[in-house]
């Protein structure tokens, strides 16, 4: 009885002794039972796939011109779809006298347009002149000089400024008949006092 209880635990104790050399060794040769371990995948990083995809598949561009109150004035290729902070920054930025707030960073720029960066004493000099054959431009005037126009109070002022970040700037005086409320007699009263 115990000769059956000591052949057991030696039998035991080579099982397990096999069984740990034998799990050494399916882990130092891997290749030789044909498993891969992770590390032996070729991998890509994301860059890399950003990278190969951006050579497939190139952004379209626009070309823009912006002049004024920059630090450096020129013509720049932006992709499709950049808003006229973005002109700004390849311009180097806002000089300090450039009146800022005159323009709508946020509006999408496209291709061949023209963005004019005004300084402060010119801005000024416009709100002096409002009422005096002044010409508001329905392009980049903010809201209160909008509603320095006849009829034009400050919900259709702000209805204006969301029209032009949402759809671009106007390309004619009669464009701002495209805004919900203003049919062709309002039109008719600011005609005169608008520009693009």
Do not use: W
Not at 81 to 102: I, M
């Amino acid at each position: 009885m115990k000769n059956q209880i000591v052949k057991m635990v030696v039998i035991g104790v080579c099982i397990v002794v096999c069984s740990v050399f034998y799990g050494l060794n399916r882990t130092q040769k891997p290749e030789e039972d044909g498993i891969i371990l992770k590390e032996q995948i070729p991998t890509v990083s994301s860059k890399e796939r950003i990278d190969k995809g951006s050579q497939s598949d190139p952004s379209p561009s626009c070309y823009v011109h912006i002049c004024g109150e920059v630090v450096s004035p020129g013509v720049y290729e932006l992709e499709e779809g950049s808003r006229v902070f973005q002109a700004v920054e390849q311009a180097g930025g806002l000089t300090e006298q450039a009146a800022a707030d005159s323009l709508n960073m946020a509006e999408s720029v496209r291709d061949g347009m023209k963005i004019l960066v005004p300084n402060k004493e010119e801005v000024k000099i416009q709100f002096e002149e409002v009422g005096e054959n002044h010409q508001v431009n329905i392009n980049t005037a903010g809201k209160e000089e909008l509603m320095t126009l006849r009829g034009i109070g400050e919900s259709k002022a702000l209805d204006i400024i969301r029209f032009r970040e949402s759809r671009g700037s106007f390309h004619s005086i009669e464009d701002i008949k495209k805004i919900s409320g203003i049919k062709e007699a309002a039109f008719q009263k600011i005609k005169d006092d608008i520009t693009v």
